[in-house]
T-cell receptor, first 115, second 115 residues
Framework: DTGVSQNPRHKITKRGQNVTFRCDPISEHNRLYWYRQTLGQGPEFLTYFQNEAQLEKSRLLSDRFSAERPKGSFSTLEIQRTEQGDSAMYLCASSLAGTGRAPLHFGNGTRLTVT | DQQVKQNSPSLSVQEGRISILNCDYT??????FLWYKKYPAEGPTFLIS?????DKNEDGRFTVFLNKSAKHLSLHIVPSQPGDSAVYFCAASALSGGGADGLTFGKGTHLIIQP
């Protein structure tokens, strides 16, 4: 399977703990996005990388959220000091930048439950 | 303020008939529009897109229509099949962001195809 891969699929954590999620994009894609989806809402854009450069991070929900893409391949999203309001589905997507517009291809997400 | 609106949370259509899903947007900078389909426990799957220089794009049973003056787009599925039952998200982006804006999603419409 050469689609976008996210791990873990599910994460249950206690309030105050740190969590880290991993995303492996489609191999030739140079753009990588993180989204959050809560119940009854559409995905909400969080941050975006082109290769290893994080070009947009102002939409990260708070300074407890951070993302990295150290070698321009896989990416991690970390949430520090989790709160119950962080419970959501975290989606990763990738696309190939080119002269035209390219759709984003999403992974199956990591569902976070904070107890 | 929601920039992409899907005003019908759900839609029920008989198998074999046409399904029409609607979407309105408010940001006049949006110039690329997409429809995604989402099954439970999976990430959104890209269906079809349209750029603002066109008013129609067709791919098999799926056709997207764009009315820029009304800031309205619609997805037509003909004929509807049981496997089309899913949540459909409308999404939009602005080229001016160079991709950094990500996609802005509506809240989704749950399409139910009745046998």
């Amino acid at each position: 399977d050469t689609g976008v891969s996210q791990n873990p699929r599910h994460k249950i954590t206690k309030r105050g703990q740190n969590v880290t999620f991993r995303c492996d994009p489609i191999s030739e894609h140079n753009r990588l996005y993180w989204y959050r989806q809560t119940l009854g809402q559409g995905p909400e854009f969080l941050t975006y990388f082109q290769n290893e450069a994080q070009l947009e991070k102002s939409r990260l929900l708070s300074d407890r959220f951070s993302a990295e893409r150290p070698k321009g391949s896989f990416s991690t999203l970390e949430i520090q000091r989790t709160e119950q309001g962080d419970s959501a589905m975290y989606l990763c997507a990738s696309s190939l930048a080119g002269t035209g517009r390219a759709p984003l291809h999403f992974g199956n997400g990591t569902r976070l439950t904070v107890t | 303020d929601q920039q992409v609106k899907q005003n019908s949370p759900s839609l029920s259509v008989q198998e074999g008939r046409i399904s029409i899903l609607n979407c309105d947007y408010t940001n006049s900078m949006f110039d690329y529009f997409l429809w995604y389909k989402k099954y439970p426990a999976e990430g959104p799957t890209f269906l079809i897109s349209i750029s603002s220089i066109k008013d129609k794009n067709e791919d098999g049973r799926f056709t997207v229509f764009l009315n820029k003056s009304a800031k309205h787009l619609s997805l037509h599925i003909v004929p509807s099949q049981p496997g089309d039952s899913a949540v459909y998200f409308c999404a939009a982006s602005a080229l001016s962001g160079g991709g950094a804006d990500g996609l802005t999603f509506g809240k989704g419409t749950h399409l139910i195809i009745q046998p």
